[in-house]
């Protein structure tokens, strides 16, 4: 069965202290494993879409890497402002576009 | 550009009620996805449609729940009888797919509903 695990479950950080966040995966035949970040009381925005081992995004502070098994997402020199709940989802083989998503990361960033 | 549109952003209603959720999503996008999150399962896909037409409803937790998409503009998402156990945020999301394409779904800001 597919399957999204994420860790950390909560993570607190202070400010400019990097870090990083895990996704693992198993899923037969990944298509793309896809980062969300969420607000409160908002919907999960799109970050990146990794498609194949050794993959990697990068936007401002955050930068997405894929192997085989997992994903990264690191945080460098983190602000208030990224704090938010960060979502990993996977697409596996299949006739369309079917996310599952993990648990998600809670990050707090504090000055 | 607007993005995916969801009403109500919160409901409150007495179990027993008709609850009805809608969602516009965004212009030119062929898929939309209807999401169910809490604290315990996480965010659940509950139904998918495609071309306007239902493709995937193995989420839809019973016969209570029932979704529509009778234009690429609108769906609604409906609970009849409503129960305290749906209480939860509701998500939309869209987006285009053609082929294998993996384009990113969109999500709106969801509805908050509390039935009590």
């Known amino acids: 069965e597919d399957q999204v695990t994420q860790s950390p479950e909560a993570l607190r950080l202070q400010e400019g202290e990097s870090s990083s966040l895990n996704c693992s995966y198993t899923?037969?035949?990944?298509?793309?494993l896809f980062w969300y970040r969420q607000d409160p009381g908002k919907g999960p925005e799109f970050l990146f879409t990794l498609y194949s081992a050794g993959e990697e995004k990068e936007k401002e502070r955050l930068k997405a890497t894929l192997t085989k098994k997992e994903s990264f997402l690191h945080i460098t020199a983190p602000k208030p402002e990224d704090s938010a709940t960060y979502l990993c989802?996977?697409?596996?083989?299949?006739?369309?576009?079917?996310?599952?998503f993990g648990a998600g990361t809670r990050l707090a960033v504090h000055p | 550009d607007a993005g995916v549109i969801q009403s109500p952003r919160h409901e409150v209603t007495e179990m027993g009620q008709e609850v009805t959720l809608r969602c516009k999503p965004i212009s030119g996008h062929n898929s939309l996805f209807w999401y169910r999150q809490t604290m315990m399962r996480g965010l659940e896909l509950l139904i998918y449609f495609n071309n306007n037409v239902p493709i995937d409803d193995s989420g839809m937790p019973e016969d209570r729940f029932s979704a529509k998409m009778p234009n690429a503009s609108f769906s609604t998402l409906k609970i009849q009888p409503s129960e305290p156990r749906d209480s939860a945020v509701y998500f939309c999301?869209?987006?285009?797919?053609?082929?294998?394409?993996?384009?990113?779904?969109?999500f709106g800001d969801g509805t908050r509903l509390s039935i009590l």
């Open positions: 989802a996977v697409q596996g083989p299949g006739g369309y576009n079917k996310l599952i």
């Open positions: 899923v037969s035949g990944l298509r793309g």
């Open positions: 999301a869209s987006s285009f797919e053609e082929g294998y394409s993996n384009q990113p779904q969109h």
